[in-house]
């Protein structure tokens, strides 16, 4: 027996493995498919909560704590592993193109800058003298220098064998049958690879999550979001800042990409790329950078975001079973989140802290059926 399960090997149940680990507890993570297969490869690696999040409240909180944890974060995992992640904290532009973008953006723009936060408000040649790429059609733009990207497949592959290293059992190519129930408790899940058993299952898989309640009898709102992103080369094209604007986003890498994207569409569990969800992704981003007419096409792919009612994780305990919790419903923020989930999760399943979860307790949907 071990004394944690995780059920999906997403950057969420990866980071927690490995910080469970770390922390002196035995872990196995159990993977239907590829390490990080779905919306955590399906990324562009944004770390931009000041972008992503519309208000000040405990999500903001959540995503700013985050970001501060990365740079050590980071730096611990390519100790341990000897790899580099491509983190790159060098800021972002949101831009607008129209005064009705600017007028909606230097709303957002003044709540941020009334709550403490560090951004600036361009104009004009301003914005072209952060990236000189963008089209001059640009007519203002929020600059938030501290938030920024990471390479998430690079990531991925560091935590696995950061994982490894710290002893943690890898199992990929299992899929989870149902949930070893006992007496109002969950002890482990039975699967394809035979049955396991812990003192403690979390629930990271992901848009798959409201399956494995539903075993239960429980209901909770966590539905597939796809997410179809392409990579086009950046030779010739020396962006070197990301760009958010109402149609798209750009992130340069230093691996020679250029990653563009992304769709939203609910299409159930299908992850292919469709004409008509990559012909959006690249149009929705030529009008920032008009030399990206030019760049060669390298890749398309898609993954399936696991999306809540309201845009909050489900972070903790699953009311009604002990020994099951829950780490999900990330939407398209799993990478930022993860090492803040990570550190809370591992809170509430060593030392039994709660409070900093009560804003994203799974109870707030608890419906049995």
Wanted: proline share 5%; with cysteine.
């Amino acid at each position: 027996m071990t004394n944690c399960l995780l059920i999906g090997g997403g950057i969420i149940g990866l980071s927690l493995a490995y910080e469970l680990s770390r922390r002196g507890l035995s872990v196995t993570v159990i993977e239907q498919g590829e390490w990080g297969g779905q919306a955590s490869s399906a990324a562009a690696g944004m770390l931009a909560p000041l972008k992503e999040f519309q208000t000040v409240g405990p999500l903001l909180d959540l995503g700013m704590e985050s970001l501060w944890l990365y740079p050590q974060w980071v730096a611990e995992l390519e100790a341990a592993t000897g790899g580099d992640v491509q983190l790159c904290l060098d800021g972002l532009l949101t831009v607008a193109m129209n005064d009705e973008e600017a007028e909606a953006l230097w709303a957002k723009y003044c709540w941020q800058k009334a709550a403490g936060y560090h951004v600036r408000w361009l104009t004009g040649g301003e914005v072209l003298e952060v990236e000189p790429l963008l089209t001059a059609k640009a007519v203002a733009a929020i600059h938030s220098p501290q938030e920024g990207h990471i390479n998430n497949r690079l990531l991925l592959g560091a935590l696995v064998t950061a994982c490894k290293k710290q002893g943690v059992k890898l199992v990929s190519g299992c899929v989870v049958t149902g949930l070893v129930q006992q007496a109002g408790s969950v002890t482990g899940a039975e699967t394809t690879a035979g049955t396991f058993h812990a003192d403690h299952t979390v629930i990271t898989s992901g848009a798959w999550a409201g399956i494995m309640l539903n075993w239960l009898g429980i209901s909770i709102p966590v539905c597939p979001v796809r997410g179809q992103i392409a990579a086009v080369s950046s030779a010739g094209i020396p962006l070197r800042t990301v760009v958010f604007g109402t149609t798209g986003y750009l992130t340069p890498k230093r691996d020679g990409r250029i990653i563009i994207g992304a769709t939203e569409d609910e299409a159930g569990f299908q992850k292919d790329v469709t004409l008509g969800g990559l012909a959006s992704v690249c149009s929705g981003v030529l009008p920032y950078v008009p030399s990206l007419q030019t760049a060669a096409f390298l890749e398309a792919w898609a993954g399936l975001r696991p999306a809540t009612a309201d845009g909050k994780p489900l972070l903790g305990p699953v009311p009604g079973w002990n020994g099951l919790s829950i780490a999900g419903g990330h939407f398209r923020n799993g990478i930022l989140l993860s090492p803040v989930t990570a550190k809370r999760m591992a809170d509430w399943i060593i030392k039994n802290r709660l409070e900093p979860l009560q804003p994203f307790a799974p109870g707030r949907f608890f419906a049995v059926s």
